[in-house]
């Protein structure tokens, strides 16, 4: 007897929407379909189809942005996966596709600001349909150890946490390239990237943040620094750019077919995408040093500090708890999204997680690891996602909207305490939205 297939449309076919594709037309093929795929670029939904030709798939119709509503009518998918970049398209394609009878699952972060936040929120109450946010890093082996040796109770009652997240001077400066280099298009860092991080300290202790306050800085990604580097004649982007061959910075997007075919050749497009901007421009308008102080709703303090030009990429995290410590150590390989490498893989032997109990010895804990994406996580997310029987989820790893919303929320809170210089309360951010 043949199943029904789960129909998926994706919106969005830039980098990241090629994990998604290639899952459902190779791993998942047999219990899910691919039934449309929509763009404002006609160039990446070529592409897109071109690819999916190249692995023996059949193309799909494609969809102009503005024809979202013909997509869902006509191709009739059960879920619609949201890839879309900038950050702030995520939450329209969200909630119409719930208001037309889909589900979603989402890229992070879920949204930008509160006020589509609540909108998000409200239309998921109304509608009953399922959001799905893809928190990666919940499902990578040493990020579910960490939960679980916190569950367990070994370090007692979290008090503080101490964690701090490096991005290196080749992923981190990426992000000063392109849509992310602005506020209103990414939310800043403290949205885009550290919604992983404020994600993972709120499942970590099963808890949600009350108050925020940061402080922050543009001190590295300036027109400050080239100057002070020799590279005052440089040009808006790295293509043609005079300080090209003296610049540690440049991006050569005619290196990698990858960039040339996703990027390069779709720049005569209405809108007018460049991949490779200046990092030292005077247009960027978000911060590279980010010093963030949260209160949760149980008391627990975290300090949370994230900076953008590290020599190395990674993290340090300690957990201070009423029956002792526990810190973990990782080293991330470094990448540029895109560029064909694994993205966020952990380096095995500068990842570390140390237990130590009160009036104890510290005692190193074998580090659990996996392949793939993202410490391992992606494969893992993608089975959680597209599996007709997902694995068992003792954890709780699969990320809902509450969880979209309490880690994004964070983050603009945190740069709302930057605009006024004061602590922000995450219950006036959520109003009356029903999480
Ligand atoms: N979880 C992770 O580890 C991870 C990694 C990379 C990216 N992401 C997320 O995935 C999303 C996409 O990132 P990316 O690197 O693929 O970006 P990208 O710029 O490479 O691709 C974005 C795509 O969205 C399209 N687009 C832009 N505005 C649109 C609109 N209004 N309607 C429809 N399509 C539109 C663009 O044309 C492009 O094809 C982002 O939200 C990002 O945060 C997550």
């Given at each position: 007897?043949?199943?029904?297939?789960?129909?998926?449309a994706e919106v969005g076919m830039g980098g990241r929407s090629k994990m998604y594709t290639g899952a459902l037309l190779d791993d998942y093929k047999d219990c899910c379909e691919l039934v449309a795929i929509c763009d404002i670029s006609p160039g990446r939904m070529d592409l897109a189809n071109r690819r999916i030709k190249e692995s023996g798939g059949a193309p799909v119709p494609?969809?102009?942005a503005g024809d979202f509503d013909t997509m869902v009518a006509e191709s009739k998918p059960d879920v619609v996966i949201v890839t879309t970049g900038p950050d702030a398209t995520h939450s329209d394609y969200i909630c119409r596709a719930m208001e037309l009878?889909?589900?979603?699952?989402t890229e992070k972060p879920m949204t930008t600001d509160e006020i589509r936040c609540r909108k998000i929120l409200k239309t998921a109450a109304k509608t009953g349909k399922k959001l799905q946010v893809t928190f990666n890093y919940r499902y990578s082996p040493p990020r579910s150890q960490i939960k679980e040796i916190i569950d367990s109770g070994t370090i007692g009652e979290i008090l503080s946490v101490d964690f701090a997240w490096l991005l290196d001077t080749r992923h981190g400066a990426d992000y000063f390239r392109r849509w992310h280099r602005r506020r209103e298009n990414s939310g800043s860092l403290l949205v885009h990237k550290a919604t992983h991080h404020f994600d993972l300290v709120n499942w970590w202790?099963?808890?949600?943040?009350e108050e925020v306050f940061c402080h922050a800085s543009l001190g590295y990604y300036t027109p400050a620094t080239a100057e002070r580097t020799g590279l005052s004649d440089r040009a808006e982007r790295c293509k043609d750019c005079p300080a090209a061959d003296r610049c540690k910075f440049y991006l050569d997007l005619s290196a990698s077919e990858n960039f040339r075919e996703m990027y390069l050749d779709c720049e005569n497009e209405p809108d007018g995408y460049i991949r490779d901007k200046c990092v030292f421009s005077d247009r960027i308008d978000?911060?590279?040093n980010m010093s963030v102080s949260v209160r949760y709703q149980r008391g627990t303090l975290l300090n949370y500090i994230l900076h953008s030009y590290s020599p190395y990429e990674g993290y340090h995290i300690a957990f201070n708890g009423t029956k002792g410590r526990l810190e973990h150590h990782a080293c991330e390989n470094?990448?540029?999204s895109g560029d064909g490498s694994v993205p966020g893989e952990l380096k095995k032997r500068n990842t570390s997680i140390t237990l130590i109990p009160e009036f104890?010895?510290?005692?190193?804990?074998?580090?659990?690891?996996?392949?793939?994406?993202?410490g391992g996580g992606d494969p893992v997310l993608l089975a959680d996602i597209f599996a007709p029987d997902p694995p068992a989820d003792p954890l709780k790893r699969k990320a809902g909207r509450r969880d979209g919303a309490y880690s994004i929320l964070i983050g603009v809170a945190a740069g709302k305490s930057i605009d006024t210089g004061k602590?922000?309360?995450?219950?006036?951010?959520l109003g009356d939205a029903p999480l």
């Open positions: 007897m043949s199943k029904t297939k789960k129909r998926y494609t969809y102009n009878g889909c589900d979603v699952v202790l099963s808890d949600a943040p978000i911060w590279d470094t990448y540029v104890s010895q510290p005692q190193a804990i074998e580090v659990r690891t996996g392949e793939g994406g993202h602590a922000v309360i995450i219950a006036d951010l």
